[in-house]
């Protein structure tokens, strides 16, 4: 396909709209329905949270692509498994992943085509930029044997939630996107638990309040309710504590994959903990160099997370944030590890950066600040955290030769 016909996919998708005040809850699954038929997607996991969903669903996809073929053997066929995540840090190929690679840009044109050719008119030019590529991914998925799809920033109305899952899997839930969710963690925990499926299994690390509500939801919907540690026994927990030691990987990632072994064992996958695939998600508490840890969280348990796994560092934090998260409890979490902050802007289209908010949290709080200036330093520890926008802002930096030296 040559590269005029597979930049039309792009031009199209950049033409649709990222972000909205108001969002018509109708649409997808509207959309979704006019085109059921021709996408027989199979085995579906639903993966909700407001932290660890991306390496949730990109550990159960590399135990599907590491489990046994049918019949358990080793020369068997291997099962095939799509994994739709999002957001993207450079390329949205990023977010449309299947039997361990991202979609091709050739690829995803010929999902483009199949849209145009199948979507009634009235859907073709009016979906958003994420629903657009949701369907997108259901097109690449659909010869999959496994479709492992995270939610966007919801549960109850997300597009994802159009298709049949058979498994929903809650990763922690906390108090982020305030005002399109909910207003406090009740109601954001019950609009992300709202749309689970028959069979559901929460992370060992969900707050009591989100517990409680998944319990009342359970026992409305008639669903078969657990927690990730049912699953598992005391061997398989230790397995799971040796292997993230084995790839050093964060601390945190311990819950997250526990969750995506039980979410494995639910389908009835042959494998072994030992044998699963390496993680191959960027930014999730990632060490681009010795001094310099990438972390694409950007709330408050993803601070905490961190502080946690880095306790007794200290960091320059290159941050910024938009002006719906809750900034000063973030740098608050984030304040034991800080040494200073320095700010680093980037252009978000549709959403409102923190700006003087940023500045006021940090000068109540007693942090130093300032600009960044496209330098680091190899004796000075940086943690770069924020949303995918701003590690991508960084890694442009990082990538272009960026100026690094002694200080």
Not at 43 to 59: A, D, H, L, Y
């Amino acid at each position: 396909m040559n590269a005029l016909k597979t930049s039309l996919v792009f031009d199209f998708l950049n033409a649709r709209p990222i972000y909205y005040k108001k969002i018509d809850y109708e649409r997808f699954p509207a959309a979704f329905e006019a085109v059921r038929s021709a996408l027989p997607l199979k085995n579906i996991t639903q993966i909700i949270g407001t932290n660890g969903k991306g390496s949730t669903g990109r550990f159960l996809s590399r135990i599907i692509m590491s489990a046994k073929g049918a019949n358990g053997r080793n020369s068997g066929p291997k099962f095939s498994v799509g994994h739709y995540t999002s957001p993207h840090i450079m390329r949205l190929n990023e977010r449309i992943y299947r039997d361990g690679r991202e979609i091709s840009d050739d690829e995803l044109q010929g999902a483009h085509e199949f849209l145009q050719a199948n979507l009634p008119a009235k859907f073709r030019n009016n979906l958003s930029y994420f629903e657009y590529l949701t369907l997108a991914a259901a097109v690449h998925f659909r010869e999959c044997d496994y479709c492992v799809f995270e939610a966007g920033m919801g549960g109850e109305f997300d597009a994802t939630s159009s298709f049949d899952t058979k498994l929903s899997l809650f990763t922690p839930i906390g108090t982020d996107h305030i005002g399109m969710l909910g207003v406090n963690l009740e109601q954001i925990s019950r609009t992300k638990l709202n749309a689970m499926a028959k069979n559901a299994i929460l992370s060992d690390e969900m707050n009591e309040i989100s517990v409680k509500i998944a319990r009342e939801i359970a026992a409305q919907k008639g669903a078969n309710l657990a927690f990730a540690s049912d699953f598992l026994n005391a061997d398989e927990k230790r397995e799971i504590a040796e292997y993230i030691k084995t790839h050093n990987l964060a601390n945190f990632q311990y819950s997250n994959l526990k969750l995506a072994v039980a979410g494995a064992k639910f389908w009835g996958l042959n494998f072994k903990i030992a044998e699963i695939l390496p993680l191959d998600l960027p930014g999730r508490a990632e060490a681009i160099a010795p001094n310099i840890i990438i972390d694409v969280g950007h709330n408050e348990l993803a601070a905490a997370a961190l502080a946690k796994e880095f306790a007794g560092k200290k960091f320059t934090l290159i941050y910024n944030a938009f002006a719906d998260k809750d900034i000063k409890k973030v740098l608050a979490t984030l304040a034991p590890i800080i040494k200073n902050v320095q700010i680093l802007p980037y252009d978000a289209p549709g959403r409102e950066l923190g700006g003087d908010m940023i500045t006021q949290a940090l000068d109540e709080l007693g942090i130093a600040h300032s600009e960044f200036m496209g330098e680091t330093y190899e004796n000075e520890l940086y943690l770069v955290f924020g949303s995918f926008h701003l590690v991508e802002e960084f890694l442009k930096f990082y990538n272009n030769g960026a100026k690094f030296g002694k200080n």
